[in-house]
């Protein structure tokens, strides 16, 4: 399942303008960050009341539970330890967390937003690109948290419950103005997970332009996490083994 | 052997005020970079002549040997296949420069700053810290690269014709004005090589706080880089290990 409409959204965003960022550099997050808000509003059109920030949905939650206090207490009112173990901050931050001390974005949230809508969460990631450069791929998600999430997934029999998608949205500078030419769509479930790229020496992070994903993966996704747990351990052994021949082996003669 | 005047240039840079940055984010590098420019000038008036960026360096060297071209003949201009391998830029950009496309600023670059005199080289990486801020300890150098520098210098038995110098300046923001609070400075190889941080997941850098890092290693360079070498292979063989413990082993459960 999923719930966003990103055909009508691509065709919201695409030739849209924003006014160039004043702080005059035009590289990394900062520059696209205008278009992911715009992004967040368009959605949020398409759910008025289901569509979050991942830290907005964590403060209403807690919020709406004022009784619920302490770390497991307050985990458990995922009643999904998938979605749980995706969504949740870390066990200081949550025991520490009031109504005067809510929570604030991260940067390494998993969700850019979060849609959920009966019981069901869809967790999209927004990926803005400046097209006028070519950049290395983006990090799409920790290949090892998303092996610790398919055996989660498979530990819970919770297949069902959420998906996460990603939404790249291209852009130019024009005549001063931020330009969206182009943008793209893509579910993590339905990209064959024996083909996604991770890059060990990057915080283990599977990269990919979203334009580049492949969404012919067709099984269920029980099929799918046992697919890529089989990919991880592979990939895992291989970096292992490639370890010892780039930086042990030639470097053995000089120690000896 | 150690070129600049580390202690004279603490004492300057202590206390010095700079303007708040319009862009406003005080987060990464950008807000450091107003204190890395003052640190660059205060060492060139220690060295007029003798102090460049990096990449103004070898603008520099190539622009006054306009006769040697090549990439191989670039290369050998530095009479050091040591420096050369910390300086020199790849083969592609070392083909296509000309005094019409000389070399810009690039991040990865090894030095911010290098002085040369009389065919010895001190590169100096300044490290300017937000001390209002926790953050993880900066990137110091690519321990990979680290390794094959070692080598090199084994290989080539060059051992006395660089260093490699540290700077840090803390700083913090009071009455809208950066402010330099305090300053530390270190040499690579005055570290006891065995207890340098290896972050393998962040692109296998050496991380460390220069006002933490060791200065008691009492041996020769040589020393230095057998016992670095010593080190990093330990390690790789460590991280292959553990690759396979805490990424292979838990999942294979679930793959059978």
């Not at 099929?223 to 970096?239: D, N, P």
Request: glycine letters at 4%; a positive charge.
């Amino acid at each position: 399942m999923i719930l966003v409409g990103y055909s009508i959204l691509k065709k919201v965003v695409v030739g849209c303008e924003i006014p160039k960022p004043i702080s005059g550099t035009l590289s990394g997050h900062a520059a696209g960050e205008p278009f992911d808000k715009y992004v967040y509003h368009e959605i949020k059109k398409q759910f008025p009341t289901e569509t979050f920030r991942q830290y907005e949905y964590l403060n209403d939650l807690y919020a709406k539970n004022p009784t619920i206090i302490g770390f497991k207490a307050r985990q458990e009112l995922f009643d999904s330890p998938t979605v749980m173990f995706l969504l949740s901050r870390g066990k200081d931050a949550t025991i520490k967390w009031s109504e005067e001390n809510p929570f604030d974005e991260k940067q390494n949230d998993t969700a850019d937003i979060v849609v959920v809508k009966n019981g069901f969460y869809e967790i999209v990631d927004v990926k803005t690109r400046n097209i006028s450069k070519s950049a290395q791929p983006p990090n799409i998600i920790s290949a090892y948290k998303l092996a610790q999430l398919c055996a989660k997934m498979i530990d819970n029999q919770e297949f069902n419950n959420f998906t996460i998608s990603y939404f790249e949205l291209d852009w130019k500078l024009e005549n001063d103005k931020l330009v969206c030419k182009n943008a793209y769509f893509g579910n993590l479930f339905k990209a064959k997970p024996d083909e996604l790229y991770i890059n060990w020496a990057a915080a283990m992070q599977i990269q990919i332009h979203i334009c580049d994903l492949d969404q012919t993966f067709n099984g269920t996704k029980a099929m799918w996490a046992k697919s890529y747990l089989k990919h991880f351990v592979i990939q895992a052994r291989k970096r292992a083994n490639d370890m010892i021949t780039k930086f042990v082996i030639p470097f053995e003669k000089y120690i000896q």
